[in-house]
């Protein structure tokens, strides 16, 4: 389950999705990408605890999840995901050959920066 907050933490305007693993219905996919392109920010769970997702290059979202975390936002270190390591360039500004060779070896799926 998903659940979206938008820009004022509203609940009245949060909403509670199920997203099936394998088979995801696309309308709800829909939803979460425009809440993400919308400043909104997600909660999903994972293996071991909840995680509030937002897009990194939505700034108001971000400090919107310092806040709530009650954090420093210029002191605060995220995990971001990206699809694969072609993606690496798009949020790092370089990375040296021998780094991405060890995380091309370390990580061959979908890897997790902080």
Do not use: W
């Amino acid at each position: 389950m998903i659940e979206l907050l938008n820009e004022n933490n509203a609940v009245s305007l949060s909403m509670l999705l199920e997203l099936h693993p394998q088979n995801p219905n696309p309308r709800h996919l829909k939803t979460i990408i425009e809440c993400l392109k919308d400043g909104g920010i997600i909660i999903y769970p994972t293996d071991t605890v909840y995680g509030m997702g937002c897009d990194i290059f939505q700034h108001k979202a971000v400090e919107r999840i310092c806040r709530i975390k009650q954090i420093d936002p210029k002191k605060a270190h995220f995990s971001f995901i990206c699809y694969d390591l072609s993606h690496l360039s798009d949020y790092a500004k370089s990375v040296d050959t021998p780094i991405f060779r060890v995380l091309k070896k370390r990580c061959p799926v979908r890897i997790h920066l902080y």
